[in-house]
């Protein structure tokens, strides 16, 4: 099992930045494939970018490319979602998460941190 640690939500203007950060511990290996998901209330959760740990390949969801960079450090067990140009529908709960992968049309994930809101005004 990984617990996974989120940090660096809050309120932000639009056009504004923040970065999340997800310090990951437990038992993991350096095949995982980490991601950044989101929810809003009354909607599902929905991915926004996935990274190997080795850094070298990524995936993002169309609405966030361009705006969002997902990076990892391996040395500190860290993966960061660097979000520029913060519009206000990018406001919800931001979840990271460990082992991801697609079934079919779908994400699993083994592990879920807690959750970080991140709130953007207008």
């Known amino acids: 099992q990984v617990q996974l640690v989120e940090s660096g939500g809050g309120l932000v203007q639009a056009g504004g930045s923040l970065r999340l950060s997800c310090v990951a511990s437990?038992?993991?290996?350096?095949?995982?494939?980490m991601g950044w998901f989101r929810q809003t209330p009354g909607k599902e959760r929905e991915v926004v970018a996935i990274?190997?740990?080795?850094?070298?390949?990524?995936y993002y969801v169309d609405s966030v490319k361009g705006r969002f960079t997902i990076s990892s450090d391996n040395a500190k067990n860290t993966v960061y979602l660097q979000m520029n140009s913060l519009k206000s529908e990018d406001t919800a709960v931001y979840y990271c998460?460990?082992?991801?992968?697609?079934?079919?049309?779908?994400?699993?994930?083994?592990?879920w941190g807690q959750g970080t809101q991140v709130t953007v005004s207008s």
């Open positions: 998460a460990a082992g991801v992968r697609v079934v079919g049309f779908q994400y699993e994930c083994d592990d």
């Open positions: 437990g038992r993991f290996f350096g095949s995982y494939v």
């Open positions: 990274i190997n740990w080795s850094g070298v390949n990524t």
